[in-house]
Nanobody
Framework: QVQLVESGGGLVQIGGSLRLSCAASGLTVNNYKMGWFRQVPGNEREFVVSISRFGSITYYADSVKGRFTISRDNAEAKNMVYLQMNSLTPEDTAVYYC?????????????????WGQGTQVTVSS
């Protein structure tokens, strides 16, 4: 059974930082790209960033370029993907989801991702 579990969300002030983690199990993660999405109530799920199977290629939404950094650890005992978020603004407030999928990292549609975590809330306040 494939399972993705996000952690690291919380409340942070404007300009602050958070590091999200996603632990994957039930699959060989280096066979897949991994990505982060976010969603605000009433809006569609929005692509944030993706990373290729072995981490050599990343693709960022324009809104987070230069502020967010994705990384992954494919070691068998870890199977993790991380999202370092810096210079946070209220517009970054959302539920953040980790996802596993196939295809090129620049294919950002949710349909290219087969497995999803339950999400972790990030709230940026003044």
């Amino acid at each position: 059974q494939v399972q993705l579990v996000e952690s690291g969300g919380g409340l942070v002030q404007i300009g602050g930082s958070l590091r999200l983690s996603c632990a994957a199990s039930g699959l060989t993660v280096n066979n897949y790209k991994m990505g982060w999405f976010r969603q605000v109530p009433g809006n569609e799920r929005e692509f944030v960033v993706s990373i290729s199977r072995f981490g050599s290629i990343t693709y960022y939404a324009d809104s987070v370029k230069g502020r967010f950094t994705i990384s992954r650890d494919n070691a068998e005992a870890k199977n993790m993907v991380y999202l370092q978020m810096n210079s946070l603004t209220p517009e970054d407030t959302a539920v953040y989801y980790c996802a596993v999928g196939e295809g090129a990292v620049w294919k950002v549609g949710t349909e290219t991702y087969a497995y999803w975590g339950q999400g972790t809330q990030v709230t940026v306040s003044s």
